[in-house]
């Protein structure tokens, strides 16, 4: 069993900054890239940032230069720091470990967390 449990989130005002991070637990052996969605009601969920193991990086363009994604020394976390807040990026924000390979699985698989709430305030 995986879990992935996000922290962070909260009421910031426009121009201010956070720190979500996400620590996936489990009798996991590597995950393969960290990502981070987000999303708002009646809109798909859409992909904010990824980072692979070795520690490639891809960001949407709409928050490029503002946000920075990066996995901890434990490499089962991942951070994504969002500067330059704006009320556009007022979402709940969810991680996502791709490619997950734990001691009790054949095939490797994709976990979610349960979201965490970003609200930017103008």
């Known amino acids: 069993q995986v879990q992935l449990v996000e922290s962070g989130g909260g009421l910031v005002q426009a121009g201010g900054s956070l720190r979500l991070s996400c620590a996936a637990s489990g009798s996991i052996l590597s995950i393969n890239g960290m990502d981070w969605y987000r999303q708002t009601p009646g809109k798909q969920r859409e992909l904010v940032a990824a980072?692979?193991?070795?520690?490639?990086?891809n960001y949407a363009d709409s928050v490029k230069g503002r946000f920075t994604i990066s996995r901890g020394n434990a490499k089962n976390t991942v951070y994504l720091q969002m500067n330059s807040l704006k009320p556009e990026d007022t979402a709940v924000y969810y991680c996502n470990a791709v490619g997950v390979k734990t001691t009790t699985t054949r095939i490797n698989l994709n976990y979610w967390g349960q979201g965490t709430q970003v609200t930017v305030s103008s």
């Open positions: 980072i692979t193991s070795g520690g490639s990086t």
